[in-house]
């Protein structure tokens, strides 16, 4: 079993299901996910963060992880982990993800676009020749600031300065009547 691995500094985004089990697209036992995105603010932090990740698992696992990047230097990668196991006797094991504060002092509240570290255990799957990073903990550095302005709401405002503000979604589809 790998050990655990801590990310650089990155932003915390789509964190509601850190505590809340997301069953959309449950796993093939039925288990849900928790799960979080980091978002690296620059191809450093993300390479920082793949190059730990080769060192723990060795070449093996180099172009393994599945990493999204919107054109701008950002990159996102999702860590996940299942909502419970099923252990040999059968019975249902619960897990649940660790979030505390920089003090390591348990951690209540919205930490959406908050500066965190994410304790994670990479797992390399030879069958499929791709490695999970199973989520253990988040550490919450620094809460977002009140006038931060999320990924989107940037380009949102960035396309209505150039003028190409597209009509909304109700108009496009009708009003669903």
């Known amino acids: 079993m790998s050990s655990i691995l801590k990310t650089p500094l990155?932003?915390?985004i789509w964190t509601r299901h850190i505590t809340e089990v997301d069953n959309k697209f449950p796993h093939k036992s039925g288990s849900g996910y928790f799960s979080v995105t980091g978002s690296f603010p620059n191809g450093e932090s993300r390479d920082e963060l793949?190059?730990?990740i080769y060192a723990s698992l060795g070449e093996k696992a180099k172009g393994t992880i599945h990493t999204k990047s919107d054109g701008t230097g950002r990159?996102?990668?999702k860590f996940k982990k299942l909502a419970w196991l099923n252990a040999r006797d059968g019975s249902k094991v619960e897990q649940h993800v660790k979030l505390i504060d920089k003090?390591?002092?348990k951690f209540e509240g919205n930490l959406e676009h908050a500066q965190v570290h994410i304790y994670f255990r990479p797992s390399y799957f030879p069958a499929y020749k791709k490695t999970s990073l199973l989520l253990e903990a988040v550490q919450v550095m620094e809460l977002a600031k009140a006038d931060f302005t999320?990924?989107?709401e940037q380009d949102a405002a960035l396309?209505?300065?150039l003028g190409i503000v597209p009509e909304p979604w109700e108009k496009q589809v009708g009003n669903g009547s």
Do not use: K, P, R, W
């Open 10 to 12: 990155c932003q915390a």
């Open 103 to 105: 003090d390591g002092n």
């Open 159 to 161: 396309l209505e300065e």
């Open 50 to 52: 793949l190059h730990t």
């Open 75 to 77: 990159s996102e990668v």
């Open 150 to 152: 999320s990924n989107d």
